[in-house]
């Protein structure tokens, strides 16, 4: 089950785009139950809770490959 206040955010962004959230800026988003207690500006500096190791623009290694043509042997 989908708590409300995620489904809330989901209506939001899946509707008319004369209704969807963001045509306000930030504000839209920032007034939603689902981000309630969240340091909007403190956001930035806040260390993420996944980062990903990458050896440079072209490395997939983070990323599974289904295509067992594309797969390391």
């Known amino acids: ?34 981000f309630a207690g969240l340091r909007w500006a403190a956001l930035r500096r806040s260390a993420p809770p996944f980062a990903p190791a990458a050896a440079g623009a072209a490395d997939t290694s983070n990323f599974d490959v289904l295509d067992d043509c594309l797969s390391q042997p």
């Open 1 to 34: 089950r989908v708590p409300a206040p995620a489904r809330a955010l989901v209506r939001g962004l899946l509707c008319a785009r004369e209704a969807r959230l963001g045509r306000g800026g930030a504000r839209d988003f920032r007034r939603l139950p689902l």
